[in-house]
């Protein structure tokens, strides 16, 4: 029977990312980056994206790839921060596999972001105001839709095996 997917939800700078590549390799799975799939896909960047044709546009195409990948099996998906926000996208995901949230304190995020020019929601002069309100925002959201959380605070590998664990 093929594996079911590991979708893993956050804010940004939680480490989706991270923890995604490193479970793919303890877990002999694929390892997708939403982000990544749509700027492939639309041979853009996301902050290109929400420039050009806005946050609307983008969200569009990242319900499409939402259920393009989930159809899929024994992948480990990096979701985007926004991407679960909507039920839609949750639905989606619930159905294709495990979810799991990737808990980090607001401080936490603040401290790995505060170099970070590349997320188009932050890029602002109250940068760290509106990641607090942003975060505030989605976290209930992540929580709701999370299966299993574990805390991404920790090293990669500790996060790795705590949600291996869980599984």
Do not use: H
């Not at 480490?15 to 590549?21: D, F």
């Not at 793919?24 to 041979?43: A, C, H, P, T, W």
């Not at 039920?87 to 619930?94: A, G, H, I, L």
Request: with cysteine; aromatic share 6%.
């Amino acid at each position: 029977m093929k594996k079911k997917n590991i979708i893993l939800c956050g804010f940004m700078g939680c480490g989706k990312s991270t923890i995604g590549n490193l479970l793919s390799k303890k877990m002999g799975m694929s390892f997708v980056d939403l982000d990544s799939y749509i700027e492939k896909r639309e041979n853009k960047t996301v902050a290109e994206i929400f420039a050009d044709s806005g946050e609307e546009y983008f969200r569009q195409i990242e319900k499409e790839v939402s259920k393009e990948l989930a159809q899929k099996k024994a992948l480990i998906i990096a979701t985007g921060g926004g991407t679960l926000t909507f039920r839609e996208n949750v639905d989606v995901f619930k159905n294709s596999g495990k979810i799991v949230l990737l808990d980090v304190p607001v401080e936490v995020v603040s401290e790995r972001l505060r170099e970070d020019t590349t997320r188009p929601l932050l890029n602002r002069p109250d940068k760290e105001q509106a990641m607090r309100e942003l975060y505030e925002k989605r976290m209930p959201l992540y929580k709701n839709a999370a299966d299993i959380v574990v805390n991404a605070a920790n090293s990669p590998l500790q996060v790795c095996m705590e949600i291996i664990s869980n599984l």
